[in-house]
């Protein structure tokens, strides 16, 4: 049975955690024979890279409302082999730029976040994919069809007031952790769908925005769930929610999801010393 999470952001990766992987390095070589560029009808043409931007405008359960405007750009994808308990994998990472501003639409009051147990206060942008799509499916079998997937592009953390009319230029941290800072993406279980993965990253379905601090439950009703019976009731709003929940979807709609993306906890599952593969 594969795991669905709330599209909070809530991140399943005990149950996930053999399907991904993280490492260093940034070297490139040319394609491997586990990753062929090659089609039965010659060489393969890679599909475009589709960027986003756009602006989340947000209201919380006080109130109060600020936009975020966001710009994802990607400029490359690329793959590197895994070895988990003698299968051999590969991850999928995309090389791109972003960017967060947030500007304060409520007047005479200042807005602040506060930080989660974990670090600071943290917006992350999402891009999904709705199943039969390869990104959604994993080492737990292929997701369903209706299923949403995601991965965490890059997050963005705040530890400052913003003034009224205001607005602060977030710094970009690709993927979905500080702990081990490579770029965003997911893993191929089988290393002969890289290229297949590759152009299912280049087009996501949608995207979207969450928030992790402990003032997450002001957020609750700040985006419509799919399927919200039974996760939240009114009075969570006044919880302290120490967990990622989403707060915005570019399609207007949150969805429970799977979460795809590459999790730290797998950095033992790739070798820091093998070079990257550019799939493009």
């Known amino acids: ?24 390095g940034n070297r490139a070589v040319s ?12 060489p393969r043409t890679p599909a475009p890279l589709l960027g986003s931007a756009g602006t989340f405008h947000i209201r919380d359960s006080n109130g109060y409302t600020f936009d975020l405007i966001y710009s994802y750009a990607p400029a490359r994808i690329k793959s ?16 791109a730029q972003y960017s967060l501003q947030i500007i304060n639409t409520t007047q005479d009051h200042a807005l602040s ?26 080492i737990l079998g292929p997701g369903r069809a209706g299923d949403w997937c995601a991965v965490k592009l890059a997050h963005f953390h705040i530890d400052q007031e ?7 230029q977030l710094t970009a941290h690709p993927g979905f952790s500080d702990s081990y800072p490579v770029d965003a993406g997911t893993v191929a279980v089988n290393p002969s769908d890289a290229l297949d993965i590759r152009d299912a990253l280049a087009r996501p379905d949608d995207y979207g ?3 992790h601090g402990s003032d997450g439950g002001r957020f609750i009703d700040s985006c419509p769930l799919q399927g919200r019976e039974g996760f939240y009731a009114p009075e969570d709003s ?9 707060i915005a979807a570019r399609g207007g709609t949150c969805r429970a999801f ?5 999790f730290p906890t797998n950095a033992k599952y790739v070798n820091p010393n093998d070079e990257y593969t550019y799939l493009d």
């Open 162 to 168: 913003v003034p009224p009319g205001g607005s602060v």
């Open 238 to 246: 006044t919880r302290v929610i120490d967990w990622p929940l989403q």
């Open 113 to 138: 976040f506060k930080p989660s147990s974990i670090w600071e206060a943290t917006f992350g942008l999402y891009a999904f994919w709705e199943s039969p799509n390869l990104i959604c499916d994993g």
């Open 209 to 211: 925005m969450d928030y």
């Open 80 to 95: 590197r082999p895994l070895v988990m308990a003698n299968s051999h994998m590969a991850e999928v990472q995309i090389e």
């Open 31 to 42: 394609p491997s024979p586990t990753v062929s560029s090659q089609t039965a009808s010659g």
């Open 258 to 262: 799977m979460e795809q993306s590459i």
């Open 1 to 24: 049975m594969k795991l669905l999470g709330v599209l909070t952001g809530l991140v399943m990766a005990t149950a996930l955690s053999a399907c991904v992987a993280l490492g260093g």
